[in-house]
């Protein structure tokens, strides 16, 4: 009998962002791997979930909705929807959907996340200027609740500037918590994904021509991850076998961040 160090099997998991990219390879994993998958999205989700949800995490009262559609106590949480920023959606829209709504229905689901539950949150190495940038988001992230919050990004438009920003609220939101929901037997973790082909990459190119993209981002093995190399190592981090594992930003990158710590290589995000 093989060793399922995992433990996905009957485990309720909720991801967010499941109709497409990173958030639907996971949800198809989990699903494959004998979860019980709740996936929201504003769009349509095709991968074979126990339950599609509609979700817009730009409303407050959307996600009430879709929390109230999520069956009684949850296991895991996996927060994979994003919006990539400029010149498609504005700063503001950009924070809401990337850390005011994801905290929000973090924060509405953390009741009915069991003792040894697990939450995972989809960041970015475009967050790596956090630790540069921490008195500002900290100072967002003191704000108690999504109209508070929305309100923080409208008056300071010069720090919630979209992308990068959110991206960096979502590692301080993520140690902010760990100690604390340490307490009550829950782990909080967030991945940094390097370039990956997903759909999001053609409004990335919309901000940067690819060849300089690849220049200044691509992981050093030279070619963007697969969204299943991000869904795995996301699966990882909510699992049984992370169970020591809480308040980390794992990045995810083949070695881009490496390279720019140790000064290999320069860096458009510090
Ligand atoms: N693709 C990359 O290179 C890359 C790199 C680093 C981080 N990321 C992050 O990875 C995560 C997954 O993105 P992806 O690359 O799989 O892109 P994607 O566009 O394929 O997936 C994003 C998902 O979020 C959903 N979404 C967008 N707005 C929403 C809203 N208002 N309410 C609910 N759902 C909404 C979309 O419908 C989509 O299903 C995002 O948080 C993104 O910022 C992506």
């Known amino acids: 009998m093989p060793i399922d160090i995992l433990k996905y099997e009957g485990k309720r998991c909720v991801v967010t962002g499941a109709a497409s990219g990173m958030g639907g390879a996971c949800a198809q994993t989990l699903s494959d791997l004998g979860a019980e998958v709740y996936g929201l999205d504003v769009q349509n989700i095709k991968p ?3 339950r599609a949800i509609q979700l817009d995490l730009l409303q407050e ?16 949480l996996f927060n994979c929807a994003g919006l990539p920023g400029a010149p498609r ?40 200027g956090y630790p540069n940038n921490r008195e500002n988001v900290h100072a967002f992230l ?15 438009p010069e720090i919630a500037n979209g992308y990068l920003f959110s991206k960096q609220a979502i590692i301080g939101y993520t140690y902010r918590r760990a ?53 795995e190592p996301l699966i990882l981090l909510n699992s049984e076998a992370s169970r020591f594992v809480s308040g980390v930003n794992l ?19 510090l």
């Open 89 to 128: 959606f504005s700063a503001l829209d950009t924070c809401v959907v990337n850390i005011v709504g994801l905290r929000d229905l973090t924060e509405k689901l953390l009741p009915r996340i069991k003792r040894g539950g697990a939450i995972a949150s989809i960041t970015s190495v475009a967050g790596m």
């Open 179 to 231: 100690a604390e929901l340490g307490e009550r037997g829950i782990r909080i973790n967030c991945l940094s994904p390097a370039p990956t082909d997903t759909p999001m990459m053609e409004a990335f190119h919309e901000q940067m021509p690819k060849e300089a993209m690849d220049e200044h981002f691509q992981a050093p093995i030279g070619r963007n991850a697969t969204p299943e190399e991000m869904a």
């Open 251 to 269: 990045f995810v990158d083949h070695g881009y961040t490496a390279q720019v710590f140790c000064e290999q290589r320069p860096s458009l995000l």
């Open 142 to 156: 003191d704000t108690p609740d999504f109209a508070s919050g929305k309100a923080w990004c409208e008056a300071h």
């Open 48 to 50: 074979d979930v126990h």
């Open 61 to 76: 009262s959307s996600i009430d909705a879709a929390l109230e559609q999520v069956d009684g106590e949850v296991d895991c």
